[in-house]
Antibody, heavy 122, light 107 residues
């Protein structure tokens, strides 16, 4: 059973950098044709796709966040990470990591972490 | 960006009811449409991918249909554990996926 777990600070000050890590268990992060993604959800609102990273370093980001986002993979620890710079209160949300699978050309998110609430406040 | 609009925003139903949720895309997305179920405080759970493919382990009372711009998720006989919020997601514009605003199914 694939499991994902987010970790990182729950409180970040405005203008600083949000840094989160997702630890994958039950599968090797480089074992298959999967992307590893971040998705966020502000309280009481819908879901926003942040971006994805392929185990060998390729990344794709939501254009609305692209200038502030970086993602990376640590294959030795079976982890991947998110950095979001210059945060504001608008970045306050539950952040989920998820596995992105594909069948043919149909992509989907089949395994998710439990989510981590990150609050941006001074 | 492709906009995804769900209807209704919420609905009231009873155990045993047949429930249908609609998702409309602002442009054609072929069959690149997924459905997720989310309960309060819990991560979304994939139910259906590629518009009509039921994920392994998901009860057969869930079904999806549609292509192009109009899609539906149907629960044939609502069970107590199905009260949740449902989201559609388009995966046509890889990787700029967008989600619908959600439909809350409540008693």
């Amino acid at each position: 059973q694939v499991q994902l777990q987010e970790s990182g600070p729950g409180l970040v000050k405005p203008s600083q950098t949000l840094s989160l890590t997702c630890t994958v268990s039950g599968d090797s992060i480089i074992s298959g044709s999967y992307y590893w993604t971040w998705i966020r959800q502000p309280a009481g609102q819908g879901l926003e796709y942040i971006g994805r990273v392929y185990p060998y370093g390729n990344t794709d980001f939501n254009p609305s966040l692209k200038s502030r986002v970086a993602m990376s993979v640590d294959t030795s620890k079976n982890q991947f990470s998110l950095k979001l710079t210059s945060v504001t209160a608008a970045d306050t949300a539950v952040y989920y990591c998820a596995r992105e699978g594909v069948v043919g050309l149909a992509y989907y998110h089949d395994y998710w972490g439990q989510g981590l609430l990150v609050t941006v406040s001074s | 960006d492709i906009q995804m609009t769900q209807s209704p925003n919420s609905l009231s139903a009873s155990v045993g009811d047949r429930v249908t949720i609609t998702c409309r895309a602002s442009q054609s997305i072929a069959s690149f449409l997924n459905w997720y179920q989310q309960k309060p405080g819990i991560a979304p759970k994939l139910l259906i991918y590629a518009a009509s493919s039921l994920r392994s382990g998901v009860p057969s009372r869930f079904s999806g249909r549609g292509s192009g711009t109009d899609f539906t998720l149907t629960i044939s006989s609502l069970q107590p554990e199905d009260f949740a919020t449902y989201y559609c997601q388009q995966s046509y514009t890889t990787p700029m996926y967008t989600f619908g605003q959600g439909t809350k199914v409540e008693i």
